[in-house]
Each structure stands twice: as structure tokens, then as C-alpha cells.
């Protein structure tokens, strides 16, 4: 009964979309078990180009199913929206299910969102503004609603007043904002409700079935351990766990199923939205990387923040995943460099910071310590064999992997399914 858990191992925007849907063809089954639609991951085949927020990667292989599980935070108008759209260009959704257990976001946590990033000035998170922190607050504070409520509006009908109360009272004393009208969001929920009901299940059983009769399933991770809420650059993190532990609470999945823990990892580092990036580029360069690699967030547009490749925080992640192996991606954007830089140590006030720190205010103050190493004129986009990489660029895929502790598998060149040099098979 084999799970392969597919992890970003840096803050998110990894490439894991593209891996999932490479290593999909292998698979019966793609489950997401957290975040929400805070996430956006691309998928490049003969169709053409994909991005998706909630449905997990493998959707365009047929007959591979997907799940949104309990641990998500779903939006029903981005899902359904997202299917419609997918449903458009020929993609077969049928074979998607989603938890009953799963939190809806619900109006009031979109604005509440908005409301307390503009609130927080100056020491604001960056949040996707999508309600994802605000939907998980209230699932932590018992006044969530499930996505099967939808279908029993009546029985929640008590907690759904209370809470409506709450925040209009929120809204309108703290923040200075407009109440929302209990109408509106019920008419929502009605609508949601009857197209979402064919899609809504128990998901649990449905992937312990899929495991009992030997189903392959991927268990498709969102943002990436840095942002975890509880591993990550604290509070500049997302509000789930999009590290291992997540994955087993994220979808009530038996831990033994898990067979492999894959970290993704990019060759260089990128951020979105606020907090400290000790290995962050400024200038000139990092706008040329950003250009190239076009590091602008899939769900915000917002430009991401560039950096080198930060071994302390990857050795990190490794280590809170037990990562069993590494996909590295995007290679082929450092081509044509004239060195490249990674960091292997920080240091603040004039000593060695031997961890990624738990404070976000330590973490701020490290200055990197880089080792150089000389770049590669011969491109590795599209290489398809460790033979074809110059020896600059095998050696900088060699020292990544000394840092973060473990092997790289595949190295991604480029976005296409194919544009991928395959080391170890991760699904057999
Ligand atoms: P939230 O998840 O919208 O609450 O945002 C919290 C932080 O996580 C912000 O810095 C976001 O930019 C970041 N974040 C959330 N989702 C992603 C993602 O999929 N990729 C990269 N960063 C993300």
C-alpha cells in the first residue's frame, strides 16, 4: 500500500506541480492534504499550460483520481470555477473527491484576511489575502464550517449565526468595516451546496481503499516546510502543515503507507510575501533571475524575492520531512551564470548560527556565509541525461546534495513534462 509524500522543501513555489504531474503517469491517485487556494501549481503538457489552486496535480492523466482532503481549506466558488475551467479544455473531473471533513473558507474569512494583513502595517505577513490564516483560526477555534455542513445547513445553522455575529462585530468595531448579511452568505452556501454534493465524500476511506488493493497514491504537498506553522520562519508562515506530519493528519492516512518522503527543492531560493531570507539577492541580479525564471506568484502576480541556494534552512527541512530523496528543479535558470553562489552557514552578531532558527528575529539578523562555485556556459535546459550537464552544473547539483544530506532523484531542466533527467525512479 504505497503513499509517495512530494514535499517543498523551501518556502513554496518549489516546481511541485510539475513533478507531481510527471511522476502521476505512475499513479492511481493525487491527494492534497493542506492549504487552500493560497497555493498555485503549474502544469505544462500537450494541452497547453494548467494552474491550479485546489485540484491536485494529476488531474490531466486519465483515470488518475484526486482528493482534496480533510486538512485543506477549500473556497467551493475557486473549486468549482477551477472545474469549470478544467471541464472547458476537455480535462475529466469526475474522479475528484472532497473531504467532508475539509474547512470551507467562507466569505467572512477573506475579508477578515484582507482586514488584518492591512492592519498589521508595516509587520504585515504578505498573506495571499485568499482567507486561508482566518479559515484554519476557526477550524482551531471549534467555530469552522465543514465542507459536509453544506449539506446540512440547518444543523449548523446555530454555530453559523454565532459566528457571523462575531465577525460583523469584528468587522465593524475593531476594523471600521461593513457587516456582512447573513442572506448572502447563506444563498452562497445553497449554491455551493448543490454543485459541490456529487464531489463530497468521506476521503479517508476512499484512499484507505485505494492502499488496500495496492493503489499508488501521491500525496501532493502545497507551499513548502519553511512555511510550515509550526517548522517555518514563525510568524511568517502559512497556517497548516505542508510538511510530513500534515500529510498524515491532512488526510487520516495510516503513516506506514508512506513509502517515500520526496523533498523539491528549486536550485536557488524564492520567497513571497514578507519575512526574513537570509540568502536573498538584491539588485540588478535578482531582477534578471526573476525575469527569466518569471518568479511572479501563480496565485498573486506578486514578484517573488530571489536568493541562493540556502543549505542550513534545506538541511532543515530535510531533517523535519526524513526526506528519502530530492527533485531538484529549474537548473536551467542559473545557465550562463559566471559563478554561482550557495549559502552553507549564517552567522549573526560575529558567531555561528549552527540551526535554522526558531525566531524569526534571529533568523533576520544572519548574515549568509557562500561558498562560490564557477558557473556553466553550456545550457542544461531541456537536458534529458546526467551526461549532457557541463561538469560546473554536475558539481553544483553534487554540493546540494552533500548539504541538504540526501540524493537527488530527478533534476528538473525545464517545464515540460519531459525536460527532466530522471536519477532514481521515486515511483517503480
Ligand atoms: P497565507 O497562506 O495566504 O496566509 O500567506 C502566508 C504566507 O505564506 C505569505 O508569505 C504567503 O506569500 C505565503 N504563501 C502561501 N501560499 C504560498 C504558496 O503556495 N507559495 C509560496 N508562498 C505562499
Known amino acids: 500500500m504505497p503513499a509517495y509524500a512530494i514535499i517543498g522543501g523551501q518556502w513554496g513555489d518549489e516546481g511541485k506541480g510539475k513533478v507531481i504531474d510527471y511522476l502521476a503517469r505512475r499513479a492511481d491517485c493525487v491527494v492534497r492534504y493542506a492549504g487552500g487556494n493560497n497555493a498555485g501549481h503549474t502544469v505544462v503538457n500537450e494541452r497547453g499550460k494548467f494552474q491550479l489552486h485546489l485540484v491536485p496535480s494529476g488531474i490531466c492523466w486519465p483515470g488518475v483520481s484526486g482528493v482534496i482532503g480533510n486538512g485543506v481549506v477549500v473556497d467551493p466558488g475557486v473549486l ?3 472545474l469549470d475551467g478544467l471541464n472547458a479544455r476537455g480535462i475529466d473531473t469526475s474522479l475528484l473527491y472532497v473531504s467532508e471533513r475539509a474547512h470551507v473558507i467562507m466569505p467572512y474569512h477573506i475579508l477578515q484576511d484582507n482586514l488584518e494583513e492591512k492592519a498589521r502595517g508595516s509587520g504585515a505577513i504578505g498573506t495571499t489575502g485568499r482567507g486561508v490564516g482566518p479559515a484554519y483560526m476557526d477550524k482551531a477555534g471549534r467555530v469552522g464550517i465543514q465542507v459536509g455542513d453544506l449539506l446540512d445547513l440547518e444543523g449548523v445553522m446555530p454555530r453559523l449565526e454565532r459566528t457571523l455575529a462575531f465577525k460583523n462585530s469584528l468587522f465593524t468595531k475593531i476594523y471600521g468595516g461593513k457587516a456582512l448579511a447573513m442572506d448572502d452568505v447563506l444563498a452562497k452556501c445553497r449554491e455551493w451546496a448543490e454543485r459541490l454534493g456529487p464531489y463530497i465524500h468521506p476521503t479517508e476511506q ?15 504537498g502545497a507551499q513548502g516546510t519553511l512555511l510550515d506553522l509550526d517548522h517555518g520562519s514563525y510568524p511568517y508562515v502559512t497556517s497548516s502543515s505542508p510538511s510530513i506530519g500534515g500529510a498524515c493528519t491532512g488526510l487520516g492516512l495510516n503513516p506506514q503507507a508512506i513509502v517515500e518522503v520526496v523533498g523539491v527543492y528549486k536550485a536557488y531560493s524564492t520567497r513571497v510575501g514578507g519575512g526574513p531570507m537570509p540568502s536573498e ?10 525575469i527569466k525564471a518569471q518568479e511572479f506568484g501563480t496565485t498573486t502576480g506578486r514578484p517573488r524575492r530571489i536568493g541562493w541556494f540556502d543549505g542550513v534552512a534545506g538541511r532543515y527541512s530535510r531533517q523535519i520531512n526524513g526526506f528519502t530523496g530530492m527533485v531538484l528543479t529549474r537548473l536551467d535558470i542559473l545557465d550562463g551564470l559566471p559563478s554561482v553562489k ?23 539578523r544572519c548574515k549568509p556565509v557562500y561558498e562560490e562555485m564557477p558557473g556553466w556556459d553550456r545550457p542544461t535546459a531541456s537536458a534529458t541525461k546526467l551526461s549532457q550537464l557541463p561538469a560546473e552544473a554536475a558539481a553544483y547539483v553534487r554540493r546540494i546534495e552533500e548539504l541538504v ?3 537527488v532523484r530527478i533534476i528538473s531542466t525545464g517545464p515540460s513534462r519531459d525536460e527532466s533527467i530522471l ?3 521515486i515511483i517503480p
Request: aromatic fraction near 4%; proline fraction near 5%.
Open 80 to 82: 468549482l470555477g477551477e
Open 206 to 220: 476512499i484512499v484507505e481503499d485505494l492502499l488496500a488493493k495496492g493503489g499508488r497514491v501521491i500525496l501532493e
Open 281 to 290: 539577492i538584491h539588485g540588478p541580479q535578482a531582477d534578471e533571475l526573476r
Open 342 to 364: 550557495i549559502c552553507v552557514g549564517y552567522q549573526a552578531g560575529g558567531r555561528e548560527v549552527e540551526r535554522f532558527p526558531a525566531s524569526a528575529s534571529l533568523l533576520a
Open 405 to 407: 544530506g540526501c540524493q
Open 423 to 425: 536519477l532514481e525512479p
